[in-house]
């Protein structure tokens, strides 16, 4: 008995459902103009966001343009540093940046052909160099090694100084 009690709940429970599912025509009217309201109400926020953001964006060139000419006016009353004007390459680490003369030959200089002409430089450091022009890295002197310690001298036997003078 309990278990047709169940069943016949589930048929009832379906119907009802269906039921509530049926609209009359103003509810369904109703409801189209709702949806159609909320979609117009959208389209308004963000046409409004939209307008908001375009005016926002001419602000900001506004305080771009400002920014930029404050800087550009205080760059003209900057006093130049010497070097500036000259064009020297800043001072970056310990050691001087060399400066070294163009490798120009003079016509009577030039050999016959291109092949006899030496070559002033190697590509490596052609490209070191233009690094340390540009200042990209500190220029760097070559390290000497030091010896802890004086190399010892040995004659050896049957070798003597006075071979060497005789010469």
Request: contains cysteine.
């Amino acid at each position: 008995a309990g278990e047709s009690d169940c069943a016949g709940d589930g048929v009832s429970a379906a119907r009802a459902a269906r039921a509530a599912e049926r609209k009359t025509r103003a509810e369904r009217n109703r409801l189209t103009r709702r949806k159609a309201h909320e979609v117009r109400e959208a389209r308004r926020l963000a046409a409004k966001s939209l307008d908001q953001q375009l005016r926002r964006v001419a602000a900001i060139a506004r305080e771009v343009e400002q920014a930029e000419r404050a800087k550009r006016e205080a760059d003209e009353h900057r006093p130049r540093r010497p070097e500036e004007l000259l064009g020297v390459p800043k001072k970056l680490g310990r050691f001087k940046q060399r400066t070294e003369p163009w490798a120009a030959l003079l016509s009577d200089e030039l050999p016959s052909s291109l092949r006899a002409l030496p070559p002033d430089s190697t590509l490596l450091s052609d490209r070191y160099r233009s690094v340390h022009r540009r200042n990209l890295m500190e220029p760097r002197m070559a390290q000497t090694r030091k010896r802890r310690y004086a190399l010892k001298e040995y004659t050896k036997k049957g070798f003597k100084e006075e071979d060497w003078q005789k010469l």
